[in-house]
């Protein structure tokens, strides 16, 4: 009879995951600084690479903490959102919507790093892993900041990436009284 999965499992194997995820971000947001016009996106983009890169170090110390080698685990979910990204590039490549596609692509993967974060901080602080608990609230607070951040940014963006002559989409969709 097969081992009954533990919490302590569902932490290693998430952890491992997100390692993955934290890796694959600090190359997305390279790419994305590199692609991006608007100089406070490009700015944010690097700041958080390197930030990335040093929550890759955080996690490297989690690992430690529980006794487990730093393995990364291919995050299905980090690449999807890779991959769309990368299209979206690619497809928008040029237009005034691009730093716009960015941020929002920028965002998807902050949203999952705030969920994965969170779930690790509870567990961990529910296996006891109390030190482990602080090092993944640091980097929770982290994807905070920046998700507020790229919200401020691409209200700037999204204005921008609207022709001049778009008419407001008032009215559609309802009939005439």
């Known amino acids: 009879?097969?081992?009954?999965?533990?919490?302590?499992?569902?932490?290693?194997?998430?952890?491992?995951?997100?390692?993955?995820?934290?890796?694959?971000?600090?190359?997305?947001?390279?790419?994305?600084?590199?692609?991006?016009?608007?100089?406070?996106?490009?700015?944010?983009?690097?700041?958080?690479?390197?930030?990335?890169?040093?929550?890759?170090?955080?996690?490297?110390?989690?690992?430690?903490?529980?006794?487990?080698?730093?393995?990364?685990?291919?995050?299905?979910?980090m690449q999807g959102i890779v991959s769309e990204m990368e299209e979206d590039l690619e497809e928008f490549e040029e237009s005034p919507a691009a730093d716009a596609v960015l941020a929002a692509c920028a965002q998807a993967v902050e949203h999952y790093e705030i969920a994965r974060y969170g779930t690790l901080k509870t567990w961990a602080g529910q296996l006891g892993y109390a030190e482990a608990a602080q090092l993944l609230d640091e980097t929770l607070q982290e994807e905070k900041k920046t998700d507020a951040l790229l919200s401020k940014i691409a209200e700037s963006i999204n204005a921008a990436g609207t022709p001049e002559d778009a008419e407001p989409s008032k009215g559609k969709g309802k009939k005439a009284a």
């Open 1 to 77: 009879m097969a081992k009954q999965k533990t919490l302590h499992d569902a932490f290693y194997e998430t952890l491992k995951d997100v390692y993955y995820a934290e890796k694959q971000s600090v190359k997305a947001l390279k790419k994305s600084a590199k692609a991006a016009e608007h100089d406070e996106l490009r700015q944010a983009f690097e700041t958080h690479a390197e930030e990335s890169a040093q929550q890759v170090e955080r996690l490297t110390q989690v690992f430690e903490i529980i006794g487990k080698p730093a393995r990364a685990k291919t995050c299905e979910a």
